[in-house]
């Protein structure tokens, strides 16, 4: 999400005694709709691919269908460790906008949300969408709150 990708995949794998090493028994590779957002907007459409990914399959089983085992490909491979909202989820508000909207994006439903500090307070944001109308903004306004309209509130960056 924070890379702006919006591609996903599903992988059935044998089983060995590592974790994720096994050789690959079946893929499928798909996109995410432009209105996936939020990990529980993405988590959705990924139950919906990921039945269709295991119908599919077993519909090849029940076929008879031979299976091609293939080697995974290390070099491909990533594997990142967990985030905690509460830990890992401060916003930079050096970051450019696209960035500070994938990132606070990223922590939305079902995460309690990015944070940053309000005053003394430590505020967690969600439902974000960046808008440039304003224009760009220097640097040093970053982070500031430059207006309060109709429920929303606009902070520069």
Known sequence: MMQGLNFGYHLLHQIDTRID?????YCSEFVFPPDCRTPAEYKKH???????????????????HDFRIMPQQ??????????ST?????????????????FICAFDDPYPGASTFYGDKRVFIKQVRRDTRDGEFHPF??????RKL????????
């Open 21 to 25: 090493t096994g050789d690959i028994v």
């Open 46 to 64: 990924f139950v919906d691919e990921e039945v269709a990914f295991f119908e599919g399959f077993f519909a090849k089983v029940r076929e008879g």
């Open 74 to 83: 290390e070099s491909f491979s990533t594997y990142f460790p967990r985030l």
């Open 86 to 102: 509460v830990h890992h989820g401060f916003i930079n508000w050096n970051w450019s906008s696209q960035d500070i909207e994938r």
């Open 141 to 146: 306004m970053s982070g500031l709150v430059y």
């Open 150 to 157: 109709d429920g929303f509130v606009y902070v520069a960056s």
